[in-house]
Nanobody, 128 residues
Framework: VQLVESGGGSVQAGGSLRLSCATSGFSFEDWAIGWARQVPGKEREGVSCTADSDVTTHYLDSVKGRFTISSDDAANTVYLQMNNLKPEDTGVYYC??????????????????????WGAGTQVTVSS
């Protein structure tokens, strides 16, 4: 399983970024994919997840209406479109792959396990 995040960077508040998670090594359509972030001074938190080719999606309350997760099955890639970014969105964003046999679910709880497959992360910095 390989996950490669890209698309992070530095933007001003109100700006947008699109994160990509390119995946390989597993049957993309059968797995759920999530995004988590590590914000300075806070515990790592789930931001969003998608399953069943975006039939099921969930978002952290603080990003609802601003972030959109989407999958490209042909490219085995998941995107996180982030609009109206705020300084509190600053952090390292991780892609998480959840296997069909994992106890982790793509749910509103957005709880991912260390045993799931994690990418190396991409930095997002939002300045005020």
């Amino acid at each position: 399983v390989q996950l490669v995040e890209s698309g992070g960077g530095s933007v001003q508040a109100g700006g947008s970024l699109r994160l990509s998670c390119a995946t390989s090594g597993f049957s993309f359509e059968d797995w759920a994919i999530g995004w988590a972030r590590q914000v300075p001074g806070k515990e790592r938190e789930g931001v969003s997840c998608t399953a069943d080719s975006d039939v099921t999606t969930h978002y952290l309350d603080s990003v609802k209406g601003r972030f959109t997760i989407s999958s490209d099955d042909a490219a085995n890639t998941v995107y996180l479109q982030m609009n109206n970014l705020k300084p509190e969105d600053t952090g390292v964003y991780y892609c998480v792959a959840i296997s069909p046999w994992s106890p982790t679910l793509c749910s509103a709880r957005l709880e991912f396990r260390p045993e799931d497959y994690w990418g190396a992360g991409t930095q997002v910095t939002v300045s005020s």
